[in-house]
């Protein structure tokens, strides 16, 4: 995740530690919401991601998502699921300590490297599809699967283990059950999703798919600078 201008409520409380944790650099995240620090065990040296959610004016929908993101964090231990280490409250804000990825997003590999070739995709497709099923098992709809929130363990293709992170869109949905709240990147967005129509975890599937599509091509399958432009092509499409 790369750094952003903007000052955010998030960012002004930034330099002060969080317990055991030294914030250090900013990273990334959602503003006004949520900012993404490199941080430092103060007591063991090792360094950590610290994802900080100001409370304060939270939405109840991304409250929903940030129960959802702790609790099923907490829950699982997988080495294709990003890891939950700590949380800390404050008065104003949750700090999720997570572990740190050298080797960044999968974005900014597609970046430096352009299109893979078939024997990397199918590694890295692999990996992403082992957490995706155990998503699924626990029965949460990630919502936001995109190369940004595939993160790597090494710059390297090699040796990298993929980690699917970010889960502030997420939700538990139950067998049976649809969901209807049109959100995500919409690169990556389900046609029913964009199109507001009741889905469910299947729309993961398809962000998958256009995951697979970058990683081949080096390019998203569909392009658009709004949800209407990119949704246009999808309405004529045969399944």
Known sequence: MGSTGDTTMAEAEAPAPVGDYELLE???GRPPYTSVWRAVSRSTGTPVAVKQVRLTGLPARLRDSLDCEVRFLAAVSHPNIIRLIDVVQTQSCLYLVLELCEGGDLAA???RNGSVDERVARNFMKQIGAGLQVLHRHHVVHRDL???NILLSSPRSSDAILKISDFGL???L???EYADTSCGSCLYMAP???LFQKYNDKVDMWSIGAILFELLNGYPPFYGRS???VAAPLVYLEF
């Open 26 to 28: 900013r990273l990334g």
């Open 109 to 111: 590999f597609i970046r």
């Open 146 to 148: 995109k190369p940004q």
């Open 170 to 172: 997420a939700r538990f």
């Open 174 to 176: 139950g067998p049976g």
């Open 192 to 194: 029913e999703v964009m």
């Open 227 to 229: 949800n209407v432009q």
